[in-house]
T-cell receptor
Framework: GAGVSQSPSNKVTEKGKDVELRCDPI?????LYWYRQRLGQGLEFLIY????????KSGLPSDRFSAERTGESVSTLTIQRTQQEDSAVYLC???????????FGPGTRLTVL | TQLLEQSPQFLSIQEGENLTVYCNSS?????LQWYRQEPGEGPVLLVT?????EVKKLKRLTFQFGDARKDSSLHITAAQPGDTGLYLC???????????FGDGTTLTVKP
């Protein structure tokens, strides 16, 4: 596609449920990034993929968070047993290996009740 | 841990005024990016600065990277309502994939 797409755009879930967020990067972009953004704040790095391997997953907040990527295509971020503090916008970005200009998707707004 | 501090956190001005926002760190970055984000959308890259002391101009926006590559500023001349948004700086590391983001400056330009 023309840009990075994310789905769903909005997700409301109950505390304790699992959620799966999807990111479709720009075709040909080998690098993919997940960030979390709380209301009115900057972006918090979660995980970075180069191809389907994740050389840096240092930002994942807990073992309830995991992410996978299929080849150099779609990625899913899974949050298990969601908590209210997980409520945020989850942003995905993709880039070429160099230069590492990141193109962002519109985000998924997650609300945990 | 590399941290970026942005100031001011909020800025509300009248159309036509000038403004400067700052991005400071105690760490050296190989590059620094400025993004603008509108509600409901992802950040959009405005500029990347790489060389210490570098100055880049983008129409009414002037970006400067500090000599020591630890800080940067964004100056907007004659601000317009369309400049309203969240301005984010981010530091990059050529050896790592991720960028470290500041908490942003929320700019409101009133007509």
């Amino acid at each position: 596609g023309a840009g990075v797409s994310q789905s769903p755009s909005n997700k409301v879930t109950e505390k304790g449920k699992d959620v799966e967020l999807r990111c479709d990067p720009i075709s040909g972009h080998t690098a993919l990034y997940w960030y979390r953004q709380r209301l009115g704040q900057g972006l918090e790095f979660l995980i970075y993929f180069q191809g389907n391997s994740a050389p840096d997953k240092s930002g994942l907040p807990s073992d309830r968070f995991s992410a996978e990527r299929t080849g150099e295509s779609v990625s899913t971020l899974t949050i298990q047993r969601t908590q209210q503090e997980d409520s945020a916008v989850y942003l995905c970005a993709s880039s070429l290996p160099t230069p590492r200009r990141q193109f962002f998707g519109p985000g998924t707004r997650l609300t945990v009740l | 841990t590399q941290l970026l501090e942005q100031s001011p956190q909020f800025l509300s001005i009248q159309e036509g005024e000038n403004l400067t926002v700052y991005c400071n760190s105690s760490s050296v970055f190989s590059s620094l990016q400025w993004y603008r984000q509108e509600p409901g959308e992802g950040p959009v890259l405005l500029v990347t600065v790489v060389t210490g002391g570098e100055v880049k101009k983008l129409k009414r926006l002037t970006f400067q990277f500090g000599d020591a590559r630890k800080d940067s500023s964004l100056h907007i001349t004659a601000a317009q309502p369309g400049d309203t948004g969240l301005y984010l700086c981010a530091g990059g590391d050529t050896n790592a994939g991720k960028s470290t983001f500041g908490d942003g400056t929320t700019l409101t330009v009133k007509p």
